[in-house]
Each structure stands twice: as structure tokens, then as C-alpha cells.
């Protein structure tokens, strides 16, 4: 079903969580609630599932108006970051609890059980306790819990947090399996980026109760909407450079530590800044390569400096330099890492940078 949220606020006593919040989705898609601790997701999410009541706004399932509908009416269904299983039954009864109280004839659990066992592979389990089985396989279980009742939205509170990296590597990939096979809306909550860009087909980041920017992976990391989001998403942090806008005849550039850039072929949101304007121009490490790439002169510049020190990440390295007043980095695969002291020449490839406004932080 789709979802729709408008003008989403919270309040808790004097404090607002949840500030004007504007989102929506169609049917089938994978939205993502990302950010840090504090900054209103699961609050957001609570809100969708009926948990919480809303301050302001409205919440659309399919296009019904649910704001003010309890819980057991919306028709989702939510799995919570502790699993939050019966100890004492088994895991047929554990997935099949909610039916019983819904009163649903036993013919028709046993079937909706199967089917949902089949599903998520934990048929040779459903005889178990849940102290008898594996993270993995207690997840799955609340999962199951879930989708037996067949609902419109899946909600999901950081359901992977509580597993090792290995495990959370590979239910990634079935959580996102699963959502393809079922085609079922699902809205899942997370600090984590790698879940965030690995299995939404849409991102909401937010920050301090607010929507920072809401778009699909591919734009969120490589169109970041301010300065917030481009430091809050990436594995490695964004270079940051001071600069001022130089509007010439031959084009415009921004000039940063005595160097002008060339930045025509920029995509500016609106008319192009003028000359004086104080920017800030952010460059991903993967955007920096030794000299030696083929890049258009027009969107790119070269540089040579000390590498100053290597920090391992496994396949890949960061190497650390000087540029613009700056310290830098780079990613370099670590087969061929430059030793710390050694002079490189490097090139900046400026087709992927991001000029932010120095006092707004708002992206150019």
C-alpha cells in the first residue's frame, strides 16, 4: 500500500521530536528512516504504526485517512529490535499467536504458518523455543510473527542491530529478497548506511526532527541536499574545502587555497552565484585518483603533495595529503598503497563534487 505523511509533528511536554514531516511513497517501494540516535526515527515510525499518537498532521495508508485509528486497524505489522518473542511457546505458536487472538480457525493458522515458513526457510524449526535458536533464526521467527497477518505495510525498528556482522551482511540480502518476492511496502528504521543504501528504494535522513532530504540512494549520496547529509552519508568522510565563487569570462570557478577550480559544468539548483560568494566544495575520497586518470580538463585539476599517512580498510586504502590548506583523502586500492612521505601526483575529479553555501550549508 502506499504511504503518505503530512505535516508530521510530536511532541513530548515542551519538546517537538517530530517537525512538519512530509513523505511519501507508492506501493511495493522500500523506504528507509535514517540517522542518528536522537533524531526521531523510531518516533516517526511509532507514529505510522498507531504506538504513538501524532501532535499534527496526517497519516495516509492507501490512501485512507488512519491518524486517528488504533493500532489493530491500520493492518501493519511491526517488527521490534529485541524480537520481543514468548519465551515459553514454540515457534509455531509464536507466529501463529496473533491469529489465535484474532480468532482465526485453526485449518487456516496451520496453513498461513506453513506458507510462512516455507517463506523465510525455518520449517524444521517451528517445534523450537526461541532460547533454542540463533539470532538469525530468532529474527526470522519475529519476522514471521509479522508477516502472517498478511499486511498492507511492514514496519520494521533496527531489526538487524542486534546481530553480529556476518549475520546482518546476510540478512541484509534476504530482507531485501523477501521484499522483492512478497512486493509488499515496507518502512524500515536504521542508523546503519550500508542498510540504508543496500535495500531502499527510497531515504528519508533525518536530523533534529526535521526531513534533511528524502530521495533515492543514488541521489542521497551523490547530490547530498546540504552539508548535513553529505557529512552524515558515506563510509568515509567527505573533504571539505573553503572557497570563494569567481565569476570570469571563460567561466566560473571556486577559488580554494590559492587555486581556482573550474565548476561551469556545475548543475547549480538555481541562477549561478556571483563573484565573492563564500562556498564550501566537498569531494568523496573515491573522487580523488592519482594522476595518470584520462579526465576532461574542464571538470577536473591536478595536484601533487606529500602522502602524509595510509589508514588500511582492506581491499582499499585511505591516503591522507595536503591540499588547499587541507588535509585530504583519498581511496587507493591497497595493492598499490603509496608509502607514508612519498610525493604522488593526484587528480581531482570535480564532475562529482558539491558546493554548499558557507553560512546556509544549503547545497548550490
Not at 528524502?214 to 573553503?242: C, K, S
Not at 583519498?330 to 563534487?353: H, I, M, Q, T, V
Amino acid at each position: 500500500m502506499s504511504l503518505k505523511l503530512t505535516g508530521i509533528s510530536k511532541r513530548f511536554d515542551r519538546i517537538d521530536v517530530l517537525r512538519n514531516i512530509d513523505i511519501e511513497i507508492g506501493k511495493g517501494e522500500f523506504l528507509v528512516l535514517l540517522g542518528a540516535s536522537g533524531c526521531g526515527k523510531s518516533t516517526l515510525l511509532n507514529c505510522i504504526a498507531g504506538l504513538e499518537d501524532v501532535s499534527g498532521g496526517t497519516i495516509e495508508i492507501g490512501g485512507r485517512d488512519v491518524t486517528g485509528l488504533d493500532p489493530g486497524d491500520r493492518n501493519v505489522a511491526m517488527v521490534f529490535q529485541s524480537y520481543a518473542l514468548y519465551p515459553t511457546m514454540t515457534v509455531e505458536r509464536n507466529i501463529s499467536f496473533g491469529l489465535v487472538c484474532q480468532g482465526v480457525p485453526r485449518a487456516d493458522r496451520r496453513s498461513a504458518v506453513t506458507r510462512v515458513a516455507e517463506l523465510l526457510r525455518i520449517g524444521d524449526l517451528l517445534d523450537r523455543k526461541p532460547s533454542q535458536l540463533s539470532g538469525g533464526q530468532r529474527q526470522r521467527v519475529a519476522i514471521g510473527r509479522a508477516l502472517v497477518r498478511d499486511p498492507e505495510i511492514f514496519l520494521l525498528d533496527e531489526p538487524m542491530s542486534n546481530l553480529d556482522v556476518k549475520l546482518r551482511n546476510r540478512m541484509r540480502v534476504e530482507l531485501r529478497d523477501l521484499h522483492a518476492r512478497l512486493g509488499t511496502t515496507f518502512v524500515l528504521v536504521t542508523h546503519d548506511q550500508i542498510e540504508a543504501m543496500t535495500m531502499a528504494t527510497r531515504v528519508a535522513v533525518l536530523e533534529g526532527g526535521r526531513v534533511q532530504q528524502f530521495g533515492t540512494p543514488h541521489e542521497i549520496y551523490h547530490r547530498p541536499q546540504n552539508r548535513f547529509v553529505a557529512e552524515f552519508v558515506g563510509l568515509d568522510r567527505m573533504n571539505f574545502f573553503d572557497g570563494v565563487i569567481s565569476a570570469e569570462e571563460d567561466g566560473i570557478f571556486v577559488e580554494t587555497g590559492g587555486r581556482l577550480l573550474p565548476f561551469s559544468h556545475y548543475g547549480f539548483r538555481g541562477a549561478p552565484p556571483r563573484t565573492g560568494r563564500r562556498v564550501v566544495m566537498g569531494l568523496r575520497p573515491e573522487d580523488i585518483f592519482r594522476s595518470g586518470n584520462s579526465l576532461d580538463d574542464h571538470v577536473s585539476a591536478q595536484a601533487e603533495s606529500r602522502v602524509i599517512r595510509c589508514d588500511m580498510t582492506g581491499g582499499d586504502v585511505l591516503a591522507w595529503f595536503e591540499f588547499a590548506g587541507r588535509l585530504t583523502a583519498c581511496r587507493l586500492r591497497s595493492s598499490r598503497a603509496p608509502k607514508p612521505g612519498e610525493r604522488l601526483p593526484f587528480c581531482l575529479d570535480l564532475e562529482n563534487a558539491s558546493l554548499f553555501d558557507a553560512d546556509t550549508g544549503e547545497r548550490l
